[in-house]
């Protein structure tokens, strides 16, 4: 358990480390590539190490070296794995997995941990029985563990569901060059969390992979493309620097930001702009990021697009004039936990008024008090809420060891900054 310090204002100069989602990508995509390729500044976390160790057991040579990785791609040419894999908590290594395991020769056996097992994948095993590959929820469930026969996919004309999870659709988009057949995936409803399918197709044509994208509603991959092997540098992650632009809001404080690319295609990086909306002043240049708290004034804002940034904002809304209305969230119930539920169990114990449906968040300040915040062994919970024990004495937090999902030293980088 860690205890947060409350601080009268943060003056501070951060470096963010490196994305989780290009990591991973960059890793199976790197690991299709034919030839040896080199991942500069990849983000060495649990999720992504449960990615490297699954490739190794595809035939694929993963080395760390310093502060990369060398990757020695097979040109789709895999292994069958020689035991079941188990990925952990680490929600985009099974999803990504789901789709590259049928191109190897034999069955896979894909598994994890408990919440793992309880997170919904059916409609991308839909999508990929429409292509001939006969995966199955060995629970009948929907969820996993997973089996996964190989021999390659057809590829062809298929409908996916676009409304619960992006990362179904990147699956497929990551693994569809290496089909048998053009991919035409039309996406049934409104595909939430666009910005990281816009992930997806900058590292694919990164890569030399070109998608032709309609609008979100239909996308278009050639067969026979094949990834280039490349010197790829992974950019910084806006997700990681949401907590540290709050911590400045939060305490009227002034934080600079360094390493980060202000023209991401993240779409986290569009936290900035929900901050100005609430009253800060940003000042953004390609060297840094410099972000200055001041008075906050809840909003009214959808955050579809944004969804690993939802807790974060919920937490800085405590600190705000008025209420704070967050919607279009409903994915966020099938993350490493019900993370409405669970925001609204723990902001309500310290205080706050908390209202919430299938798909919003309203929350209003109120009188807080002490706690020691539940993390429901989700990463994001961890450092969101460690966030209001800048201003409220007595906030600890459990499981601190969780944020090694995605940022391992986030709490040392965190203590830095007003100690």
């Given at each position: 358990?860690?205890?947060?310090?409350?601080?009268?204002?943060?003056?501070?100069?951060?470096?963010?480390?490196?994305?989780?989602?290009?990591?991973?990508?960059a890793?199976?995509?790197?690991?299709?590539?034919?030839?040896?390729?080199?991942?500069?500044?990849?983000?060495?976390?649990d999720?992504?190490?449960?990615?490297?160790?699954?490739?190794?057991?595809?035939?694929?040579?993963?080395?760390?070296?310093?502060?990369?990785?060398?990757?020695l791609?097979?040109?789709?040419?895999?292994?069958?794995?020689?035991?079941?894999?188990?990925?952990?908590?680490?929600?985009?290594?099974?999803?990504?997995l789901?789709?590259?395991?049928?191109?190897?020769p034999?069955?896979?056996y894909?598994?994890?941990?408990?919440?793992?097992l309880?997170?919904?994948?059916?409609?991308?095993?839909?999508?990929?029985?429409?292509?001939?590959?006969?995966?199955?929820?060995?629970?009948?469930n929907?969820?996993?563990?997973?089996?996964?026969?190989?021999?390659?996919?057809?590829?062809?004309?298929?409908?996916?569901?676009?409304?619960?999870?992006?990362?179904?659709?990147?699956?497929?988009?990551?693994?569809?060059?290496?089909?048998?057949?053009?991919?035409?995936?039309?996406?049934?409803?409104?595909?939430?969390?666009?910005?990281?399918a816009?992930?997806?197709?900058?590292?694919?044509?990164?890569f030399?992979?070109?998608?032709?994208?309609?609008?979100?509603?239909?996308?278009?991959?050639?067969?026979?493309?094949?990834?280039?092997?490349?010197?790829?540098?992974?950019?910084?992650?806006?997700?990681?620097?949401?907590?540290?632009?709050?911590?400045?809001?939060?305490?009227?404080?002034?934080?600079?930001?360094?390493?980060?690319?202000?023209?991401?295609?993240?779409?986290?990086?569009?936290?900035?702009?929900?901050?100005?909306?609430?009253?800060c002043?940003?000042?953004?240049?390609?060297?840094?990021?410099?972000?200055?708290?001041?008075?906050?004034?809840?909003?009214?804002?959808?955050?579809?697009?944004?969804?690993?940034?939802?807790?974060?904002?919920?937490v800085?809304a405590l600190?705000?004039?008025?209420?704070?209305?967050?919607?279009?969230?409903?994915?966020?119930?099938?993350?490493?936990t019900d993370?409405?539920?669970?925001?609204?169990?723990?902001?309500?114990?310290?205080?706050?008024c908390?209202?919430?449906?299938?798909d919003?968040?309203?929350?209003?300040p109120?009188?807080?008090?002490?706690?020691?915040?539940?993390?429901?062994?989700?990463?994001?919970?961890?450092?969101?809420?460690?966030?209001a024990?800048?201003?409220?004495?007595?906030?600890?937090?459990?499981?601190?060891?969780?944020?090694?999902?995605?940022?391992p030293?986030?709490?040392?980088?965190?203590?830095?900054?007003?100690?």
């Amino acid at each position: 358990m860690i205890e947060i310090k409350p601080v009268e204002k943060i003056i501070a100069t951060v470096e963010c480390p490196s994305s989780k989602s290009y990591t991973n990508r960059a890793l199976l995509i790197a690991a299709l590539a034919d030839g040896a390729s080199i991942i500069r500044n990849p983000l060495f976390s649990d999720d992504t190490k449960y990615m490297h160790l699954a490739l190794e057991q595809f035939g694929i040579q993963v080395k760390q070296e310093g502060h990369t990785f060398v990757i020695l791609g097979t040109g789709g040419r895999l292994k069958c794995p020689y035991s079941e894999i188990s990925i952990g908590l680490a929600g985009t290594t099974m999803r990504f997995l789901t789709t590259f395991a049928a191109l190897s020769p034999g069955t896979t056996y894909l598994t994890g941990e408990q919440r793992m097992l309880e997170r919904p994948i059916s409609d991308l095993l839909d999508a990929l029985n429409q292509m001939g590959v006969n995966v199955r929820s060995k629970k009948n469930n929907g969820c996993p563990p997973l089996e996964i026969p190989g021999g390659g996919i057809l590829g062809g004309n298929i409908n996916l569901a676009g409304n619960k999870s992006s990362q179904y659709l990147t699956s497929i988009l990551l693994s569809a060059p290496y089909f048998k057949n053009d991919t035409t995936i039309n996406v049934i409803g409104n595909l939430t969390s666009k910005s990281y399918a816009d992930i997806t197709l900058d590292i694919m044509k990164d890569f030399g992979v070109t998608v032709k994208n309609e609008s979100y509603s239909r996308f278009l991959i050639s067969a026979g493309q094949t990834y280039r092997a490349t010197n790829y540098a992974v950019e910084a992650d806006w997700s990681s620097a949401s907590y540290f632009l709050a911590a400045a809001a939060i305490t009227q404080g002034e934080v600079t930001l360094t390493g980060l690319n202000p023209d991401s295609v993240q779409g986290d990086a569009g936290f900035l702009d929900v901050l100005e909306q609430m009253g800060c002043i940003v000042e953004r240049s390609p060297e840094k990021i410099v972000i200055k708290g001041n008075p906050l004034n809840g909003i009214n804002i959808n955050m579809n697009s944004m969804p690993d940034i939802v807790q974060t904002l919920a937490v800085t809304a405590l600190f705000a004039k008025g209420e704070t209305s967050i919607s279009g969230i409903s994915n966020l119930k099938i993350k490493e936990t019900d993370r409405i539920g669970a925001l609204k169990h723990e902001l309500s114990r310290l205080g706050a008024c908390v209202e919430t449906g299938n798909d919003f968040l309203k929350i209003r300040p109120g009188i807080y008090v002490p706690a020691d915040i539940e993390t429901y062994d989700d990463h994001r919970m961890a450092m969101s809420l460690a966030l209001a024990g800048l201003k409220i004495p007595g906030i600890r937090i459990k499981n601190p060891n969780c944020v090694e999902k995605s940022f391992p030293d986030f709490f040392d980088r965190f203590k830095s900054m007003y100690e």
